[in-house]
Nanobody, 115 residues
Framework: QVQLVESGGGLVQAGGSLRLSCAAS????????MGWYRQAPGKQRELVAA???????NYADSVEGRFTISRDNAKNTVYLQMNSLKPEDTAVYYC?????????WGQGTQVTVSS
């Protein structure tokens, strides 16, 4: 069973920065895609950013240019550097990891941006 351990959430003022980390362990298969999703109260979970094992990235329009996703394949760890944070970025952020066979989720970490 794959475990995803997230860290780095917290409270920050608008314009500030946070860095999220997510370490995956226990996978028998290669993790093809790792990414971050978020869910704000009353809203559906949405993709924030994703990165393949070859380094190809995909960002939501709302975070393009402010957030950067990166990955250490040797450590099966994905990072999300969040800059110029806005109050509308407030949400629970979930780490996601996908193999050819399974889709895994972390427990979520709260990010709160005050105005």
């Amino acid at each position: 069973q794959v475990q995803l351990v997230e860290s780095g959430g917290g409270l920050v003022q608008a314009g500030g920065s946070l860095r999220l980390s997510c370490a995956a362990s226990g996978s028998r298969f290669s993790i093809n895609v790792m990414g971050w999703y978020r869910q704000a109260p009353g809203k559906q979970r949405e993709l924030v950013a994703a990165i393949t094992s070859s380094g190809r990235t995909n960002y939501a329009d709302s975070v393009e240019g402010r957030f950067t996703i990166s990955r250490d394949n040797a450590k099966n760890t994905v990072y999300l550097q969040m800059n110029s944070l806005k109050p509308e970025d407030t949400a629970v952020y979930y780490c996601n990891a996908r193999t050819n066979y399974h889709n895994y989720w972390g427990q979520g970490t709260q990010v709160t941006v005050s105005s």
